[in-house]
């Protein structure tokens, strides 16, 4: 049994990974760095903070903490009110905020023409 570092519930992984699964397609249990259960899992992926997750881009490869490239993304995108993980499914993968934002500038360039 593990023991979530938020609300101190004690949990078994394997049950708490469904749930997570079964609210959360796209981010995977597997890559929290703390031990969450189910339901403080899903609000930290929600409003994730430095440290909580990382994710591993499937363009260049690069391991990258969530919270970061979040902001690096939105810092930096030239579309107005979008997010990371909205890019995410419009490419189809899994991206850093830099492969994201290059992705994002030749698919506006495109239109531009």
């Given at each position: 049994?593990?023991?979530?570092?938020?609300?101190?519930?004690?949990?078994?992984?394997?049950?708490?990974?469904?749930?997570?699964?079964?609210?959360?397609?796209?981010?995977?249990?597997?890559?929290?760095d703390?031990?969450?259960?189910?339901?403080?899992?899903?609000?930290?992926?929600?409003?994730?903070?430095?440290?909580?997750?990382?994710?591993?881009?499937?363009?260049?490869g690069?391991?990258?903490?969530?919270?970061?490239?979040?902001?690096?993304?939105?810092?930096?995108?030239?579309?107005?009110?979008?997010?990371?993980?909205?890019?995410?499914?419009?490419?189809?993968?899994?991206?850093?905020?830099?492969?994201?934002?290059?992705?994002?500038?030749?698919?506006?360039?495109?239109?531009?023409?």
């Open positions: 049994m593990k023991k979530c570092i938020n609300c101190g519930k004690e949990y078994d992984y394997e049950f708490e990974e469904d749930i997570f699964t079964c609210e959360n397609g796209t981010l995977s249990y597997d890559n929290f703390k031990d969450y259960c189910a339901e403080c899992a899903i609000k930290a992926a929600e409003a994730p903070d430095y440290g909580d997750y990382h994710e591993e881009c499937e363009c260049c690069n391991r990258f903490d969530l919270a970061e490239e979040i902001s690096i993304y939105m810092n930096n995108t030239r579309v107005i009110d979008d997010s990371l993980e909205n890019l995410w499914s419009q490419a189809g993968k899994i991206m850093c905020a830099s492969c994201a934002l290059e992705f994002e500038n030749n698919q506006l360039d495109k239109l531009d023409c």
